[in-house]
């Protein structure tokens, strides 16, 4: 509005376009300098597991927390990681590169690091009996995966999302809040829990009909189910049997069932996030010794049930070198819950495909 400049259009042209570069220059220049820097190749985040400290990592496999392949229970455990040429993560050292120049995310942040199905509305509610599938991957991929069960499988699907993505899987995710998939009756708040029940139906008629994938990936953090309806205790059998017969009607029509270990409980008495803003200096603090998941050990109860089945241990690459800690090379590993976040799984991409990658191939 200056006079100056409605005098001279040409003047006031300028004068605008100047101020719009420096903007724009300045812009770019922030996001630089916050972007976190990440260090290595291969998968979106940098994360390079050739490197770093593999002091303790073989202790992880021989203490209990998977060791390989077990004949007969088709449990694909850290082996896999090692035979793809990935050394098992010990306990960091000083001087182990960090994914990222800057703690990432920020504790304060961290129950907002989540996979962006949530905001696709792909998580269905308590009260929801059926599923429309979300799409992720390579929405043209001829090799169709289907990821199915509660939030500990839809954890994952951000480095699900990459590998389809390479790999050229249309990954197609139903999941269901605090829902396994299993032909088992679960309680919520001690009622039964049918909305659950309904929806797994409806899944499994989806996966046996026009949407048959060629792998379904499953997890959850449930442990114990009702063996039949009308019973009056829930027993892990119960939900082994459930899980068992799901699975049996996915293996009769060609598809692979892959479970997923359920990440580890976090020790102490509140949220890791919490832990890690108050002891920032030191995130050390905020570590707990490793302890397996009752559900993975209802899962791999189920896997050994049924023909072709596997059960893939993530745990020694949640919880490195036997322990389990709240910061791992700069990178919050939990957020809520026993959730890990959103970063983390992506971080953990490459573990994971080692052992996916060469599962799903063998089926095609």
């Given at each position: 509005?200056?006079?100056?400049?409605?005098?001279?259009?040409?003047?006031?042209?300028?004068?605008?376009?100047?101020?719009?570069?420096?903007?724009?220059?300045?812009?770019?220049?922030?996001?630089?300098?916050?972007?976190?820097?990440?260090?290595?190749?291969?998968?979106?985040?940098?994360?390079?597991?050739?490197?770093?400290?593999?002091?303790?990592?073989?202790?992880?496999?021989?203490?209990?927390?998977?060791?390989?392949?077990?004949?007969?229970?088709?449990?694909?455990?850290?082996?896999?990681?090692?035979?793809?040429?990935?050394?098992?993560?010990?306990?960091?050292?000083?001087?182990?590169?960090?994914?990222?120049?800057?703690?990432t995310p920020d504790p304060?942040?961290?129950?907002?690091?989540?996979?962006?199905?949530?905001?696709?509305?792909?998580?269905?509610?308590?009260?929801?009996?059926?599923?429309?599938?979300?799409?992720?991957?390579?929405?043209?991929?001829?090799?169709?995966?289907?990821?199915?069960?509660?939030?500990?499988?839809?954890?994952?699907?951000?480095?699900?999302?990459?590998?389809?993505?390479?790999?050229?899987?249309?990954?197609?995710?139903?999941?269901?809040?605090?829902?396994?998939?299993?032909?088992?009756?679960?309680?919520?708040?001690?009622?039964?829990?049918?909305?659950?029940?309904?929806?797994?139906?409806?899944?499994?008629?989806?996966?046996?009909?026009?949407?048959?994938?060629?792998?379904?990936?499953?997890?959850?953090?449930?442990?114990?189910?009702?063996?039949?309806?009308?019973a009056a205790e829930m027993?892990?059998?119960?939900?082994?049997?459930?899980?068992?017969?799901f699975w049996r009607a996915?293996?009769?029509?060609?598809?692979?069932?892959?479970?997923?270990?359920?990440?580890?409980?976090?020790?102490?008495?509140?949220?890791?996030?919490?832990?890690?803003?108050?002891?920032?200096?030191?995130?050390?603090?905020?570590?707990?010794?490793?302890?397996?998941?009752?559900?993975?050990?209802?899962?791999?109860?189920?896997?050994?049930?049924?023909?072709?089945?596997?059960?893939?241990?993530?745990?020694?690459?949640?919880?490195?070198?036997?322990?389990?800690?709240?910061?791992?090379?700069?990178?919050?590993?939990?957020?809520?819950?026993?959730?890990?976040?959103?970063?983390?799984?992506?971080?953990?991409?490459?573990?994971?495909?080692?052992?996916?990658?060469?599962?799903?191939?063998?089926?095609?």
């Amino acid at each position: 509005h200056a006079r100056t400049l409605n005098a001279t259009p040409r003047y006031a042209l300028s004068v605008g376009f100047n101020f719009t570069a420096v903007s724009l220059l300045a812009g770019l220049l922030l996001i630089q300098a916050t972007t976190p820097t990440t260090t290595g190749g291969g998968q979106p985040t940098g994360a390079d597991w050739t490197q770093g400290s593999t002091q303790d990592g073989g202790a992880a496999a021989d203490d209990g927390t998977g060791g390989g392949t077990e004949d007969g229970t088709g449990t694909d455990g850290p082996a896999g990681g090692e035979s793809a040429g990935l050394p098992l993560p010990g306990v960091e050292q000083p001087g182990d590169p960090p994914f990222f120049d800057q703690l990432t995310p920020d504790p304060l942040e961290a129950t907002a690091d989540v996979p962006a199905l949530y905001d696709q509305g792909c998580q269905r509610t308590a009260e929801d009996t059926s599923s429309e599938p979300c799409e992720f991957g390579d929405l043209d991929g001829d090799v169709v995966v289907a990821v199915v069960g509660d939030s500990k499988v839809a954890q994952w699907v951000p480095a699900l999302d990459t590998l389809g993505q390479e790999q050229g899987w249309l990954v197609r995710v139903y999941t269901k809040q605090a829902c396994a998939f299993a032909d088992s009756m679960l309680l919520v708040e001690d009622s039964p829990y049918r909305e659950c029940r309904a929806w797994g139906q409806d899944v499994l008629d989806r996966l046996t009909g026009a949407e048959r994938p060629d792998v379904a990936i499953t997890s959850g953090v449930k442990s114990i189910g009702l063996p039949e309806d009308g019973a009056a205790e829930m027993t892990a059998e119960g939900l082994t049997d459930g899980y068992a017969r799901f699975w049996r009607a996915l293996n009769d029509q060609g598809t692979r069932v892959i479970a997923l270990s359920d990440t580890p409980q976090p020790g102490g008495s509140g949220p890791v996030y919490e832990c890690v803003d108050e002891h920032r200096e030191d995130p050390s603090v905020c570590s707990w010794p490793y302890e397996p998941s009752p559900a993975s050990g209802t899962l791999q109860d189920a896997v050994a049930q049924v023909e072709d089945a596997h059960f893939v241990d993530m745990d020694p690459w949640v919880c490195p070198g036997g322990t389990c800690v709240g910061v791992f090379r700069n990178v919050l590993t939990y957020r809520q819950g026993s959730h890990i976040t959103a970063t983390f799984v992506s971080v953990l991409t490459e573990p994971l495909a080692a052992y996916l990658v060469p599962l799903v191939d063998e089926v095609l």
